[in-house]
């Protein structure tokens, strides 16, 4: 067993110290802990970053945040394309202004829908 999948078998269940490590990027992008998601819409163009496979493209996969590889990603940031963790969208939308980045969504959008969502953020932006 490799040092990874045995440090994640040994914190399964410790969620702070999980955490802890979720952050520090010690469990590779790889980690069996993390599901494979099918990718239903393709990433947009405007999609950023360009993560390899799944990783932000998928509604309720894993977050778009490069640090992060938490699941349930079902918030959609405007700016980025991609989806967001619960913990990162909240934390994004803190320093968003007035026109909030992350907004929720239940499903994965369209491109059409996610042009929809930046001509609306960029119109609540407006003074
Ligand atoms: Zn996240």
Do not use: W
């Amino acid at each position: 067993m490799s040092y990874s999948k045995d440090l994640s078998r040994r914190l399964r269940g410790k969620k702070s110290v999980a955490f802890f490590i979720h952050r520090e990027e010690l469990i590779p992008q790889e980690s069996p802990i993390s599901p494979d998601f099918e990718v239903k819409v393709p990433p947009h163009p405007m999609k950023y970053p360009d993560h390899k496979g799944h990783k932000g493209s998928v509604y309720g996969g894993i977050c778009n945040r490069t640090a992060c590889s938490r699941a349930h990603a079902t918030f959609y940031n405007r700016g980025t394309y991609g989806y967001y963790c619960a913990e990162d969208a909240i934390a994004i939308n803190r320093h968003s202004g007035k026109a909030p980045l992350c907004i929720q969504v239940d499903h994965d959008l369209t491109h059409e829908e996610m042009n929809a969502h930046y001509r609306a953020m960029i119109e609540e932006m407006r003074p």
